[in-house]
């Protein structure tokens, strides 16, 4: 079956702007979680949804990041005034969460660049 | 916080070498553990995972046993390949839902 997408594959963005990344999880997935991997590094939680709501923002950086669920499906994260700093790749990744099956399958991710 | 600490790479092998990758944590209660692997140009893809005290995760010829006395997950593989080559990511997920990595070791094989 298809694995979790991410669009776009990149974006470049002036310093300042506002972006909107989309990731669309695997088909009868109840959670769905935000990462963020700057070059070198491991992935970073950023936020985490069960359902339609945020069960978890605690790795949001700040309050200009955002991220939505509303049909508890595909997500939306949000980033206003970008920074060169935010300049990263967002992954997606999505799991089950039922019974044992709490693996997290990862989407290709979207690489930013703030410019 | 959870934490996971991962052997600094990059790590150079020639085909058919023995490969370990070390890994500590540290995590309140009673984390499970895996190993992540990043192709180059492919996504993150969990290589193994182990759930308890003493568990062996293992797959492709890779294996790593939960050790909670010394709190490690090292990865292992008795003889690696060229088509190995690639990023490894120990983490773990403690009493929260998401994921904690370590910094990830790059591996290149050679033939």
């Known amino acids: 079956g298809a694995g979790v997408s991410q669009t776009p594959s990149n974006k470049v963005t002036e310093k300042g702007k506002y972006v909107e990344l989309r990731c669309d999880p695997i088909s009868g997935h109840t959670a769905l979680y935000w990462y963020r991997q700057s070059l070198g590094q491991g992935p970073e939680f950023l936020i985490y949804?069960?359902?339609?709501?945020?069960?978890?923002d605690s790795g949001l950086p700040n309050d200009r990041f955002f991220a939505v669920r509303p049909e508890g499906s595909v997500s939306t994260l949000k980033i206003q005034r970008t920074e060169r700093g935010d300049s990263a790749v967002y992954l997606c990744?999505?799991?089950?969460?039922?019974?044992?099956?709490?693996?997290?399958?990862f989407g290709p991710g979207t690489r930013l660049t703030v410019t | 916080g959870d934490s996971v600490t991962q052997m600094e790479g990059p790590v150079t092998l020639s085909e058919e070498a023995f490969l370990t990758i070390n890994c500590t944590y540290t995590a309140t209660g009673y984390p499970s553990l895996f190993w992540y692997v990043q192709y180059p140009g492919e996504g993150l893809q969990l290589l193994l995972k182990a759930t308890k005290a003493d568990d062996k995760g293992s797959n492709k010829g890779f294996e790593a046993t939960y050790r909670k006395e010394t709190t490690s997950f090292h990865l292992e593989k008795g003889s690696v390949q060229v088509s190995d080559s690639a990023v490894y990511f120990c983490a773990l997920t403690g009493s929260a839902r998401q994921l904690t990595f370590g910094s990830g070791t790059q591996l290149t094989v050679l033939p």
């Open positions: 949804f069960q359902g339609t709501g945020a069960a978890d």
């Open positions: 990744a999505s799991s089950l969460n039922t019974g044992s099956s709490y693996e997290q399958y």
